[in-house]
């Protein structure tokens, strides 16, 4: 009976675990690749993660944010990042 009752336990605790990992990441806040570059350009960005078409930022205030590149390219991009990238 005891065995049973701590695999339940463990059970969950691993569930527990799961949903909270889900919770955390909903929080990123989506926005339009316009407002991304705005944000870049008035050196509000701390990091910059480009991970095929998704980009996800990080401000100074801790917040993060993910925008969707276009599939037009941008060749400036990593360019304004760079540039930006100073202020750190």
């Known amino acids: 009976m005891a065995k ?5 336990l463990v059970i969950a605790a691993v569930l527990l675990s799961v949903f909270n990992n889900f ?7 989506q926005v339009g690749y316009s407002d991304f570059v705005e944000e870049v350009n008035d050196d509000r ?3 910059v993660v480009v991970d ?4 996800t930022a990080e401000r100074y205030d801790g917040s993060t944010f993910e925008t969707i590149r276009p599939m037009v390219e941008d060749p400036k991009l990593m360019d304004d990042s760079s540039q930006h990238n100073d202020r750190g």
């Not at 919770?23 to 806040?29: E, I, K, S, V």
């Not at 095929?52 to 980009?55: K, M, P, Y």
């Open 4 to 8: 049973n009752l701590l695999l339940w």
């Open 23 to 29: 919770n955390m990441q909903g929080a990123t806040q």
């Open 45 to 47: 960005v701390r990091k």
């Open 52 to 55: 095929g078409l998704t980009i």
